[in-house]
């Protein structure tokens, strides 16, 4: 499937090198930094270019701004009207995760909905914080999602599977604020299995008891619920140093048919290190990413 990212930070940067290493087309914008987008491009044999370009590229729009930028980068995408578009915004205003969140007077999925008016919209990829989702992915954590289009839903879940996902359908609009800011599920990483019982939670007995379930499953000593990032550290204690980023190691293989050629990328960065396939229709081409990948790889993980 062809995706146009727009806003190819830590999310859209991380699921879009997810997205091409499963063998789907991919091309990045949305970067205020055209080094930044061709870097990616060059790393996983996408493209780059401008918003405009991503939107008439893409089949699915990978929608992926901070909440001020929405509007603007909007205005640079164009109309999205047919398009099957995953919206990833949460609205925090002034930098997250500990930045305000802008009190809305409908809920975010609403509100974007008529900002991005006939678009098919579904919202995911909101609740997981962008650096675990490579090994998310690889665990089969569960991935919620939600939306009004029953046809762009599914063609979502489809992309999420071919990650390693597994698919969390919630329901439409009236379900959608478990997923936001406060919401039940927001901030945590669920095994496959205990986001599909939290759907069923959900459609049995409403918001409340998917709540109480999500609740429970958290409190779990052998909890599967997962909180991104480190710990906080104690009052006075200084966090320890971050691991210093290693260069990327590149392998090459030509065991990955049907296609010519797959490289297999290790990404090692303070959160840890992911592997990621890039595959490439020549052999020149793949040679061509031994150079960028020669430096700092922290800058590849977005
Ligand atoms: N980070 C998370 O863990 C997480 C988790 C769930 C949901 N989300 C949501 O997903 C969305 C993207 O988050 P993110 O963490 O991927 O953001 P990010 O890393 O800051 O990336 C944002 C992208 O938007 C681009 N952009 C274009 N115009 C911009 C402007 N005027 N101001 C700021 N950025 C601009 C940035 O370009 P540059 O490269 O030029 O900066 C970058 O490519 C947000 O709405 C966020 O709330 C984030």
């Known amino acids: 499937m062809r995706i146009g990212i727009v806003g190819a930070g830590r999310i859209g940067g991380n ?26 491009a060059v790393v996983t044999f996408a493209r780059s270019g401008s918003p405009r370009e991503a939107v008439e590229f893409g089949e699915v729009v990978f929608f992926s701004v901070p909440w001020p930028a929405v509007d603007e980068l909007l205005a640079q995408t164009g109309s999205l009207a047919g398009k099957i578009v995953i919206d990833t915004t949460n609205q925090f205003v002034t930098g997250e995760p500990e930045g305000g969140v802008e009190q809305l007077p409908k809920t975010v999925a609403e509100t974007n909905q008529e900002r991005m008016p006939g678009a098919r919209l579904v919202r995911t990829f909101n609740t997981l914080a962008a650096d675990s989702l490579p090994e998310a992915a690889a665990r089969g954590a569960a991935m919620f999602l939600t939306g009004e289009d029953a046809a762009a839903k599914e063609a979502v879940a489809g992309l999420m599977r071919d990650v390693g996902f597994t698919p969390v359908d919630l329901g439409g609009w009236a379900e959608e604020p478990i997923m936001d800011v406060g919401g039940a599920v927001s901030g945590l990483e669920y095994s496959g299995e205990d986001g599909l019982r939290i759907a069923a939670a959900l459609s049995r007995g409403g918001p409340n008891e998917a709540a109480r379930l999500a609740r429970e499953l958290r409190a779990r000593p052998a909890s599967t619920a997962r909180r991104p990032g480190p710990p906080a550290s104690p009052p006075g204690v200084a966090p320890p140093a971050p691991r210093q980023a290693e260069p990327a190691r590149l392998h090459r293989s030509r065991a990955c048919a049907p296609r010519p050629l797959c490289v297999t990328v290790t990404h090692t960065s303070p959160a840890g290190d992911w592997e990621q396939r890039a595959i490439s229709r020549t052999a020149e081409a793949a040679e061509g990413i031994r150079a960028p990948l020669s430096g700092d790889s922290s800058r590849l993980t977005g």
Do not use: I, M, N, T
């Open 15 to 40: 699921a879009g090198k997810l997205f091409a290493g499963a063998g789907h087309e991919v091309f990045f914008s949305g970067s205020r930094e055209p080094d930044r987008l061709e870097q990616l």
